[in-house]
């Protein structure tokens, strides 16, 4: 049982061993990509205090019901 295990274990081992070495490489060097990146600074500020907001009222919520 123990020589199974370890014949298993040792195919799986080579077989996916060899996958992960079959990759490609990177891509070759060119132009910078041209596409516009996403603008998300401009509501973490909104984002940002409205979890301070809802963590104050949830604080404030227990610490009534306690």
């Known amino acids: 049982m123990n020589l199974k295990k370890t014949s298993i274990v040792l195919y799986l081992f080579i077989l996916y061993s060899s996958a992960l070495v079959a990759q490609g ?6 132009l910078p990509d041209d596409t516009p990146d996403l603008p998300i600074d401009g ?24």
């Open 43 to 66: 509501q973490c500020t909104l984002l940002l205090a409205a979890g301070i907001i809802l963590g104050l009222i949830v604080t404030v919520k227990r610490r009534k019901s306690h």
């Open 25 to 30: 490489g990177p891509p070759p060097p060119g």
